[in-house]
């Protein structure tokens, strides 16, 4: 890490600890989301930007994992310590069931992960007696181990802060690892992977199901933060916007994600507080991204950095 | 038992005719200029809001159904030419555009005629039901549905298979550089293919409105139905997508009807089996 990098990190570092000691509680609410979101987001692009898939079914392991969670703990008591890792085991036992789809490619892939993303969605919405329907699960506590128990928003933000700190560490040694390189590689050039003797199948099947895990993560976290779970994490939509956040910010980066996060989420606030068709300005994001801005910001900003080095 | 399970075939297959407007659109388009447009399903709305708006104001379900269609033709064009063909052969980046548009068409659509279910009012002439042998009673629209299916997939079908226009672009499907080097004019074959899709998408619209009612959020549920149908029939073919519709309309019905809680596993289940033992679809070509 350069100095100039590593004085960057610190004053992020700086600013996000410090970041409660300015901002009132609504401003908190919206940075744990920006946090969640930019953790499903980062674990779109582990397909997206490493391995070259694009899944649009990532909320369905956001929400089978925040459903777990806020069923075991809500509706039977299950404390945190058990609870939390269950709803990380069901959202990853459904990765391991989704990631049949990598048997395909290209728009297939696309399509297979939207109806798979719908059969979620609908097991949500229509199969009531369990999962409550569009009220879903509600009235979530704080989380608590032993003694130990989250009891402010604030708190509840230093937790995401840390355990999105923690997993961007060990998404970036993942990327850097072998495995990380030859799913760049099958990105690259998947019949050159072949030739050389790598299992692409299995190499992006491994990647699905870690995807899943991530975004199962973030579910838990999500809950927690939420307070209640519905249909509308299971949607279409927040599936979509998750690769939309991993593009805006950047694809194939780390911080690109969250970025794109912070943008669309803030983006999304700022728009509702005064013009009634937010959605229809939403949607006119993705069509700014997709035509002018297909590298991202962060890809933008290395281009632009790039020029000027040359210039 | 029995009554019902007919008329939930009758149902199945009514949905079957509707799936099929909007999939045939989709399937050729894709096989033919390599486009993934998610915004059929948004198409089908506004498709049916402007036909339910015309129909009401002239008292004409025609006139309606034609207007329909026609506008989403324009709109169609406008969007080939002006987002979709910057995207090149880039899936990922036609997903996200046509997504992106879809959440404004729909978000437009909720401004101008509001939250509610709208219903497209029908002719007397297809209003009410009709009598069958067996005694069993069943609304006369949704049997004009079905003749409308097959009359459109007829003379699709021959268009298809049996005009010089079908042939080229049954070429083009196959290989579109060849059909061009040929001297065959490909971006007006691309217009014309993709004026009848949308016209297609835009009257399913409206006789859809008429009995599954139109509503924010609608365009979402029948472009996945319709997606499966792709998936199922295969992309790029036609046939794929007639077999497609037939299968996924009477899962859908029978799956609703014995299943309620779980009809989206008794669609998409059968769909992740066969994707097992075919990843292309039934119809759909190794590339």
Redesign the interface.
Known sequence: MTPARLAVAVALVAAAVALPHVAGPFWMGLVTQMIVFGLLALSVDLL?GHAGL?S?CHGSFFAVAAYTTAILQVRYGVPTALAAPAGLVAGTLLGLVFG?AV??R???F???T???G??V???AH????FTGGDNGVTNVPFPAVGSWRVESHVEYYYLALAAAALLALGYRVLVRSPFGLALRGIKGSESRMRTLGYDSNRHLYAAFVLSAVLASMAGVLYVYYNRFVNPVAAS??VS?EA??MA?VGGTGTIAGPFIGSAIILGLRNWVSSFF?????V??????V???WV?EGLVGLALRLSGRTARG | MTTSAILQAINGTSLAALLFLVASGFTVTFGLMRVVNMAYGAYYLLGGYVGLSLAEATGSFALGVLGGGLAIVVLGYLVDRFLIRYTGENHLAQVLLTVGLAFVIGDVALKIWGGDSLKVPLPPALRGAMELPGGLVYPTFRFALIVFGLVVAGLLWLLYTRTPIGAVVRAGVDDREQVAATGIDVDRLFVMVSALASFLAGTAGVVGGAFLTLYPGAEWEILVVALVVVIVGGLGSLGGAMIGALVVGLLDAYGRWLLPEFSYFVLFGPMAVLLLLRPRGIAGREA
């Open positions: 997206l694009f649009v049949l048997r395909t290209g728009v297939y696309i399509l297979i939207i109806a798979f719908y059969v969605w609908g097991v229509r199969w009531s007696s279409f939509p979509v690769a939309l593009i009634e068709l937010y959605a229809a939403m949607g006119l994001v993705f069509i991204a997709v035509l297909p």
